[in-house]
């Protein structure tokens, strides 16, 4: 199933004007704060009701309002999961979740024992909300929201209470999510690196509107689409795990291309994604010898693209894939770049952080 937004609405300070396409897997909204992400979300949920709209999910028409439909929340058959987990305090682990079944109502939906046992819940179902942390709680929500068989799940910026510890513990559930469940989802999210890494496809948001939507690996790498801004850079390289050596480190196969990183938690065969944020990569006009980095990578200069300020994204074609470095104008124009021009490519194996990879 598919879910199909087209959307006008005007409030102070920005004029939503958005049409995009969501798959299977999971749709990330991305952008700034203050680029319409939650006002989208919230009128997919029928929370709010656009100036004009149309929201389709499969063959069902949630929103049409040149034909005046538009179908309460909880006609919507949808999982909300929010920033917050919004757990009932009086009922237990599996009570919350024996409510998300109960508002299924009868539609044939995954199975509880299978969503614990995806969740990781099985220990906690006894538990109340107060003795859960944060990320315990998300992922009793998620559990919920998918126990009431919903046509699609929406996901406001689900990982935005939690610290970085959290956030590391409940990002491997959303990425069995996508990958083991046939339920869209619709996730919000400001982090380039939550984008890389769980990502399936993009909607990038700039002032209201759509910047560019498509594969995660193709809106992330294209220097003319930073919803984030300049620091928010970086690119993904798709690979595969090759070994894993005494000394702690991880190599990788990226096309062909040797990758060593701090030991991934994965078997040799698996596939992953690497997020090489833009300001971690060194470029050199010659291949480097005597220095530390041990991933160097030869490509060629596909683009140079120069802001107002001091700095340069340059845009590299390497055979692992496309490579974005964020250097100065000044070592830019010191190096004579230009399109076409060989170059090399170094990043350290310390600068991608766990968080980059999924």
């Known amino acids: 199933m598919s879910l199909s937004v087209t959307m006008q ?30 006002t989208i979300i919230n009128a997919v949920a029928g929370l709010l009701v656009p100036d004009q709209g149309r929201v389709h999910a499969g063959d069902r028409l949630l929103l049409d309002t040149a034909q005046r439909v538009a179908l309460p929340p909880h006609r919507r058959q ?21 409510y ?10 995954p199975g509880f024992d299978h969503v614990v046992d995806m969740l990781g819940l099985g220990a906690l179902l006894a538990r109340n909300p107060r003795d859960l942390s944060g990320g315990e ?3 009793v929500a998620i559990g919920r929201a998918l126990l009431a ?4 799940i929406l996901a406001d910026e689900p990982l935005a209470a939690l610290d970085e510890a959290r956030k590391a513990e409940i990002l491997p559930y959303f990425e069995r999510l996508r990958d083991e469940s046939d339920v869209p989802i619709l996730y919000v999210s400001h982090s380039p690196a939550e984008v890389a890494r769980l990502a399936t496809t993009v909607v990038a948001l700039q002032g209201g509107k759509v910047a560019r939507q498509g594969p995660a690996t193709e809106v992330l790498s294209d220097p003319a689409v930073l919803p984030t801004g300049v620091r928010g850079a970086g690119a993904i390289l798709t690979a595969r795990v090759k070994a894993h050596h005494e000394d702690g480190l991880t190599e990788l196969d990226a096309a062909g291309t040797p990758l060593f990183l701090p030991r991934i938690a994965r ?7 690497v997020r090489i944020a833009a300001q971690e990569v060194i470029l050199s006009r010659t291949r480097p010898e005597g220095v530390s980095a041990l991933n160097i990578l030869s490509g060629t200069v596909s683009a140079i693209r120069q802001g107002g300020g ?14 974005l470095a964020r250097i100065t104008r000044r070592s830019a124009k010191a190096m004579g770049l230009h399109e076409g021009m060989p170059c090399h490519v170094m990043v350290k194996s310390v600068a991608i952080a766990p968080s980059d990879i999924g």
Do not use: C, M
Request: charged content about 20%.
């Open 310 to 323: 001091p700095g340069a994204i340059v845009t590299l074609d390497t055979p692992a894939g496309r490579v």
């Open 9 to 38: 609405h005007r409030f102070d300070g920005l004029a939503l004007d958005v049409a995009f396409e969501a798959p299977s897997g999971i749709t990330v909204l991305f952008g700034r704060s203050g680029s319409g992400k939650t």
């Open 78 to 98: 949808l999982g909300y999961v929010f920033q917050e987990a919004r757990l009932f305090p009086h009922l237990n682990v599996r009570q919350n979740l024996r």
């Open 149 to 152: 068989a919903p046509r699609l």
């Open 137 to 139: 709680k998300q992922r």
């Open 100 to 109: 998300g079944r109960w508002f299924a109502q009868g539609r044939a939906g």
């Open 267 to 273: 078997a040799p065969g698996s596939d992953i994604r």
